[in-house]
């Protein structure tokens, strides 16, 4: 077979693996030590296909979570900090449950649908901090009933009181109970470390970059394993490809807390925009089950190619404001495209391989690969 045949790189039984081993190494918060493994793995991988490839190093302000635990009348209840996080020690903040006068107690609020910490999330929630909550328990709707953790900006301040999110169906328990105990065991570094991941290859002056998050709140099989798995197929086929491109390959840290990975790699280590021919962005649940997916450009040239590979789903759309980290690229008038979106347990911790596939992932990289090159034999 022809090893530039995009089924010599993109078999889903390939695919799959790479998903099961990214989701394997543990749950990815930005700047923990599963994050780190994560960056040092993706640079052995790189590495091992001829790249070279380093670690860029940068400093975040970070929550190190050890655990949380949320009883109702004795019952445990499943929850998860909301970032970041007021830490209460190994004692926990106790109180009556409340949905009205507050007081006190521990109020329990039902927060908007979701992924991202927005003005209506604080709606709900401050004014029960402002009447005096000792802790509060946010009711995350989704489509599993998982609990959703929720993303924030890089300069969000901890909480006033622990604030902990739960899953829809916990409410119904919530709701009947008398009394609650909320506690959040951790503690802030004001500079942590985490790593984006910077690799490259060949030396011709068409430069083709290829990015994608590999942080998440937890294993995160579906939301980033996906692109963690297509980026690393990508990255052997450049690798065997006789090309004029220079190939750039970054893996970003920071996506839950502000895309943090992505600004830094952006105001420092990143190719200015008139050097980059075209910049593939691999987000969330780009081959998920469930997944809403958007594929987009802010290139009218880059449609024709896109629009061969992905006749069906998803379509091409032309926009100069583009969802996720691909966002930042289009306001610094980089030449992309990249898929984005959500799928049903995003942002839980049921997100484990089962949410994909070897024959989801399989159709999904073989386009993108063939778009891609599309794209650089017409450049």
């Given at each position: 077979?022809?090893?530039?045949?995009?089924?010599?790189?993109?078999?889903?039984?390939?695919?799959?693996?790479?998903?099961?081993?990214?989701?394997?190494?543990?749950?990815?918060?930005?700047?923990?030590?599963?994050?780190?493994?994560?960056?040092?793995?993706?640079?052995?991988?790189?590495?091992?296909?001829?790249?070279?490839?380093?670690?860029?190093?940068?400093?975040?302000?970070?929550?190190?979570?050890?655990?949380?635990?949320?009883?109702?009348?004795?019952?445990?209840?499943?929850?998860?900090?909301?970032?970041?996080?007021?830490?209460?020690?190994?004692?926990?903040?106790?109180?009556?449950?409340?949905?009205?006068?507050?007081?006190?107690?521990?109020?329990?609020?039902?927060?908007?649908?979701?992924?991202?910490?927005?003005?209506?999330?604080?709606?709900?929630?401050?004014?029960?901090?402002?009447?005096?909550?000792?802790?509060?328990?946010?009711?995350?709707?989704?489509?599993?009933?998982?609990?959703?953790?929720?993303?924030?900006?890089?300069?969000?301040?901890?909480?006033?009181?622990?604030?902990?999110?739960?899953?829809?169906?916990?409410?119904?328990?919530?709701?009947?109970?008398?009394?609650?105990?909320?506690?959040?065991?951790?503690?802030?570094e004001a500079r942590a470390e985490a790593?984006?991941?910077?690799?490259?290859?060949?030396?011709?002056?068409?430069?083709i970059v290829v990015s994608t998050p590999?942080?998440?709140?937890?294993?995160?099989?579906?939301?980033?394993?996906?692109?963690?798995?297509?980026?690393?197929?990508?990255?052997?086929?450049?690798?065997?490809?006789?090309?004029?491109?220079?190939?750039?390959?970054?893996?970003?840290?920071?996506?839950?807390?502000?895309?943090?990975?992505?600004?830094?790699?952006?105001s420092s280590d990143a190719p200015k925009?008139?050097?980059?021919?075209?910049?593939?962005?691999?987000?969330?649940?780009?081959?998920?089950?469930?997944?809403?997916?958007?594929?987009?450009?802010?290139?009218?040239?880059?449609?024709?190619?896109?629009?061969?590979?992905?006749?069906?789903?998803?379509?091409?759309?032309?926009?100069?404001?583009?969802?996720?980290?691909?966002?930042?690229?289009?306001?610094?008038?980089?030449?992309?495209?990249?898929?984005?979106?959500?799928?049903?347990?995003?942002?839980?911790?049921?997100?484990?391989?089962?949410?994909?596939?070897?024959?989801?992932?399989?159709?999904?990289?073989?386009?993108?690969?063939?778009?891609?090159?599309?794209?650089?034999?017409?450049?």
């Amino acid at each position: 077979m022809d090893n530039l045949d995009p089924q010599h790189f993109m078999t889903g039984e390939l695919l799959f693996n790479d998903v099961k081993a990214y989701s394997a190494l543990g749950e990815h918060r930005t700047a923990s030590e599963v994050d780190r493994k994560t960056s040092q793995w993706l640079v052995k991988q790189l590495e091992g296909y001829g790249f070279t490839a380093r670690l860029a190093p940068f400093r975040v302000r970070q929550f190190q979570f050890a655990s949380a635990r949320l009883t109702a009348d004795g019952r445990s209840i499943p929850c998860f900090p909301l970032w970041p996080p007021r830490a209460t020690g190994m004692e926990p903040v106790r109180g009556a449950v409340a949905h009205g006068a507050v007081k006190g107690c521990v109020a329990v609020v039902r927060l908007p649908k979701g992924g991202a910490i927005t003005p209506a999330h604080l709606a709900a929630i401050q004014p029960m901090i402002d009447q005096g909550a000792v802790a509060v328990v946010g009711v995350t709707p989704s489509e599993s009933g998982e609990l959703m953790a929720l993303n924030v900006e890089a300069d969000a301040q901890p909480w006033p009181v622990p604030v902990v999110l739960v899953g829809l169906p916990d409410e119904v328990n919530l709701r009947g109970a008398s009394g609650a105990a909320v506690s959040i065991e951790g503690h802030e570094e004001a500079r942590a470390e985490a790593f984006n991941v910077v690799g490259e290859i060949g030396s011709g002056k068409k430069r083709i970059v290829v990015s994608t998050p590999s942080s998440g709140w937890f294993r995160c099989a579906g939301e980033r394993g996906p692109g963690i798995a297509i980026w690393l197929a990508l990255a052997r086929w450049a690798s065997h490809r006789e090309s004029n491109a220079r190939y750039t390959f970054i893996a970003t840290s920071g996506h839950e807390v502000g895309e943090q990975g992505m600004k830094h790699y952006l105001s420092s280590d990143a190719p200015k925009p008139d050097a980059v021919l075209a910049w593939l962005h691999l987000g969330a649940s780009i081959a998920a089950k469930g997944s809403t997916r958007r594929l987009m450009t802010n290139r009218r040239a880059f449609l024709p190619a896109l629009s061969r590979e992905f006749s069906v789903d998803p379509r091409p759309e032309l926009t100069e404001t583009p969802v996720g980290e691909l966002g930042q690229l289009a306001a610094l008038k980089y030449p992309c495209f990249g898929i984005a979106g959500g799928h049903r347990l995003f942002h839980s911790p049921g997100d484990l391989p089962t949410t994909t596939s070897a024959a989801m992932l399989e159709p999904v990289g073989q386009a993108l690969l063939r778009a891609l090159a599309d794209l650089e034999s017409d450049l």
